[in-house]
């Protein structure tokens, strides 16, 4: 399995180097570099690079800890109380399709310019989307399942155990997924302030410099972290769900 997974990579690389290299031919500008010379790049500059990874990847990790005790709960409240779900759901159309970025000078103001204010921007991004993955997540399931369970007096809690959970697991990865991707966008903004590492700073500060290789570096660096954690999460869900394949 372990070997399965070093060949996607591989293959992943090998496929991500050749695309950038087609693109270094046709376009033949200094924008542009070789991906040979950004690799010796990311050689060279290896003990830094490895902390503005480490950096985004822990502020990823809390925002999507943070989005998941929070969301997931208040998906599943709104998809099985209906007064719930008509009393919140407009409000939350309101706000989903917001442009939280435009919020960071806010939190920036109440939590501080440090790690607390950039993974509060990153949580307000993917919180609302989660959570109305989970709650059309929970709608989708058959009412007959919930049937069953009241025929045999389950209590609420029961009913969370046996039927909500294990059938929600699918559509919370998803989620889960799509906010991956999400957060990894928006490290790009988030980490342009007051900060001194992650990978975001990484790339704004080689554009500024016009160091296009080593704005490569951090482009790469930002998609092995989303293929690292794009498999951790595969690796999870198989063992909550082995009989699924994925």
Not at 66 to 74: G, K, Q
């Amino acid at each position: 399995m372990r070997t399965s997974k070093l060949l996607n990579f591989f293959l992943g690389m090998v496929s991500f180097i050749l695309f950038w290299y087609l693109l270094f031919l046709l376009t033949n500008n200094p924008a542009i570099p070789h991906p040979f010379a950004s690799l010796e790049k990311a050689w060279d500059i290896k003990n830094i690079l490895f902390l503005h990874t480490g950096a985004s990847f822990l502020r990823i990790f809390i925002s999507l800890i943070l989005a998941s005790l929070i969301s997931v709960p208040l998906g599943i409240l709104l998809a099985r109380f209906e007064k719930v779900n008509r009393l919140f759901s407009p409000l939350i159309y309101f706000l989903y399709p917001l442009p939280k970025v435009a919020f960071l000078p806010i939190f920036m103001i109440f939590f501080g310019l440090g790690n607390t204010s950039k993974i509060l921007l990153i949580f307000s991004i993917i919180s609302l989307q989660l959570l109305l993955s989970i709650r059309d997540g929970v709608n989708q399931i058959p009412k007959t399942y919930y049937q069953v369970m009241t025929d045999y007096n389950s209590s609420y809690l029961q009913e969370l155990r046996y039927v909500t959970l294990p059938a929600l697991i699918p559509t919370l990865f998803s989620s889960l997924r799509v906010s991956v991707a999400i957060s990894l966008a928006s490290l790009f903004f988030a980490e342009n302030y007051a900060t001194t590492y992650g990978l975001g700073y990484l790339i704004m500060g080689a554009w500024t410099k016009m160091d296009y290789e080593e704005l490569f570096v951090g482009i790469l660096a930002i998609a092995v972290l989303g293929f690292f954690i794009f498999t951790l999460l595969d690796e999870l869900e198989k063992r909550l769900m082995p009989y699924r394949s994925l």
